[in-house]
């Protein structure tokens, strides 16, 4: 079985504040999603990386995939309130087992 | 909006009713997903079609029942379900499924509650 563990857990921070969260596992992932769900709303793709040591960038958004393809972080840069939502990580494994597994999610607050 | 809508929203429901869950998407997509949101767990995958035909049915109890009339309707049937069963239900869609990395579409999800 696959996990994927997120943290931290719950992050409140002030808007502009700088702010990283990690995707860790000890499976190696063919690729890795990240999905921000809102308050009420279903999660919404923000960014694949497939490549190890990948980094995308998405406005204020820096993702980083890591080189052995196991963990992948979130780094957001002067975070607003409208960053506030659920961030989910999903691995896709490699081979036979085609799954996405879901880590449990980082519940980001940005308070004005 | 994401071209996944779900309904209805919300829900409460007795043990002894029977309810049914309504997705659709507008997406042009072949494959389309049930997946089970539980406060403090990892998303659960419940059930995956492409193309109408079942592909996955992740030893989820038969008081659970899906159905995919077709490609842009699905469908989850609801009978004799028990308390831990309130969750989120989130119907998702892609392009193609079987490779693991597909883009999920989501809806928004039914809030369930069942009493």
């Known amino acids: 079985t696959q996990l994927l563990e997120q943290s931290p857990q719950f992050l409140s921070i002030q808007e502009g504040e700088n702010l990283t969260v990690y995707c860790n596992s000890s499976?190696?992932?063919?690729?890795l999603q990240w999905y921000r769900q809102e308050p009420g709303e279903g999660p919404v793709l923000l960014v694949t990386v497939v490549t190890g040591g990948e980094v995308k960038k998405l406005k204020r958004l820096t993702f980083q995939f890591g080189d052995a393809r196991k963990d992948s972080s979130l780094h957001i840069t002067a975070a607003q309130p409208g960053d506030t939502g659920l961030y989910l990580c999903?691995?896709?494994?490699?081979?036979?087992?085609?799954?996405?597994?879901f880590g449990k999610g980082t519940l980001l607050t940005v308070n004005p | 909006e994401t071209g996944v809508t779900q309904t209805p929203r919300h829900l409460v429901m007795g043990m002894t009713n029977k309810k049914s869950l309504k997705c659709e998407q507008h997406l042009g997509h072949n494959a389309m997903y049930w997946y089970k949101q539980s406060a403090k767990k990892p998303l659960e995958l419940m059930f995956v079609?492409?193309?109408?035909?079942?592909?996955e049915n992740n030893s989820v109890p038969s008081r659970f029942s899906p159905e995919c009339p077709n490609s842009s309707h699905l469908f989850l049937h609801l009978h004799t379900l028990q308390p831990e069963d309130s969750a989120l239900y989130l119907c998702a869609s892609s392009q193609d499924q079987g490779q693991g990395n597909e883009k999920l579409f989501f809806g928004s999800g039914t809030q369930l509650s069942v009493l």
């Open positions: 079609y492409s193309l109408e035909e079942r592909v």
């Open positions: 999903a691995g896709a494994g490699g081979g036979s087992n085609y799954k996405l597994t």
């Open positions: 499976s190696v992932f063919s690729s």
